[in-house]
């Protein structure tokens, strides 16, 4: 009895010590990750250590969480790697991009599969790995999925990426068009939203006035002045959720390649 009872009770502990589980994520091996990233959806992949820990791990559970949250399709896939000679884990998925010589402190590294792409052709990640809302905009700009972050309105982020892939003489239709759809958005539970939503307007008026390169422009104007810590916290705070709205105006996604 005593022996029954041993083995019960090392069966319900040993999932959770050697298991690796985070909500939103799903874990992936050399057999079945061509099982799941298939073509079928976006997929974006962070290759990390076997037991990942640290702030880069938090911005990868927030990332995660919030993509779960949402009701977009994407996936949050996590791989386990270890290049090492005495405990090689996934080596055949590190071989095949391009992270064999990566030793542990070297990782995580972040991998896009965008839905009908090439999968030996991923989309790399090359930002900042500890802050959560620059990993989660950067997934919005590449895919045009809503994951609603901080200032994004849903009733207006496909109208964003249809005025960004429309003819310079059909946006002012969308633009009329964005402006109601955005009078009839509630702001009752967010008194914040009423600003989101005239910065969705007043993005489409500059890019009509300016051009589309004013996107990229901005971007990389409030960026800079994002982390300025001479400025206020408050103002900081501001221009990060501008940043996540214009990442809505840069699509069609679909349409672009990197390496």
Not at 142 to 170: H, W, Y
Not at 204 to 221: F, L
Not at 246 to 252: E, R, Y
Request: proline share 3%; hydrophobic share 40%.
């Amino acid at each position: 009895m005593k022996l029954l009872l041993a083995i019960s009770l090392l069966a319900c502990l040993w999932p959770s010590s050697t298991a690796i589980s985070d909500k939103g994520v799903i874990y992936v091996d050399d057999l079945t990750f061509d099982k799941v990233v298939d073509q079928s959806r976006d997929v974006l992949v962070r290759f990390d250590k076997e037991y990942p820990w640290g702030e880069e791990h938090d911005a990868f559970k927030q990332l995660a969480k919030a993509v779960g949250d949402s009701d977009t399709s994407l996936l949050v896939v996590g791989v386990p790697i270890s290049n090492s000679e005495t405990y090689p884990v996934n080596t055949k998925l590190s071989a095949r991009y391009g992270l064999a010589a990566l030793k542990d402190e070297q990782v995580p590294c972040y991998k896009l599969f965008k839905k009908g792409a090439d999968t030996r052709k991923p989309i790399a990640y090359r930002g900042d790995m500890k802050q959560a809302q620059e990993l989660l905009r950067w997934t919005v700009e590449q895919t045009g999925v809503f994951i609603g972050i901080k200032g994004q309105v849903k009733e207006l982020d496909e109208l964003a990426r249809s005025f960004m892939a429309a003819a310079p003489a059909a946006r002012k239709a969308l633009l009329s068009q964005a402006q109601s759809a955005g009078d009839a958005v509630d702001s009752s539970s967010n008194p914040d939203v009423g600003g989101y939503v005239e910065y969705y307007i007043k993005t489409m008026q500059r890019v009509m006035d300016k051009g589309d390169a004013w996107i990229e422009q901005e971007t990389q104007r409030l960026s800079k002045v994002a982390e300025d810590k001479a400025v206020a916290a408050a103002k900081r705070e501001t221009f990060q959720w501008r940043r996540n709205i214009l990442a809505s105006f840069k699509a069609p996604a679909a349409d672009k390649a990197e390496l």
